[in-house]
Nanobody
């Protein structure tokens, strides 16, 4: 069993930066691909980025490519998305997820956090 706790969300002006973190419990964290998804009000949850167990492979949604960078520290059981050049359309509840395979599909991820709110003002 893996429990995920997100933090680092908040209010930021357009063009600013935030670093989210997702702390995981459980000894098997380092074996899981990790991902971030987000859900804006009135919209479906969408893929943002993910990273394989070793941190050597990452994927990004086109909407965040070049602005977001995901990394992980397996010694600390934590995964981080560095979010730069934030836009108002990045406003959403951001969820951390852990799963069995590296994919953009929500259904592959078995464990989810409660989410952390990111609000970008124009």
């Amino acid at each position: 069993q893996v429990q995920l706790i997100e933090s680092g969300g908040g209010l930021v002006q357009a063009g600013g930066s935030l670093i989210l973190s997702c702390a995981a419990s459980g000894r098997t964290f380092r074996s899981y691909p990790m991902a971030w998804f987000r859900q804006a009000p009135g919209k479906e949850r969408e893929f943002v980025c993910n990273i394989n167990w070793s941190g050597t492979t990452t994927y990004y949604a086109d909407s965040v490519k070049g602005r977001f960078t995901i990394s992980r520290d397996n010694a600390k059981n934590t995964v981080y998305p560095q979010m730069n050049s934030l836009k108002p359309e990045d406003t959403a509840l951001y969820y951390c997820a852990a799963g069995g395979e590296l994919t953009t599909s929500m259904t592959a991820y078995n464990y989810w956090g409660q989410g952390t709110q990111v609000t970008v003002s124009s």
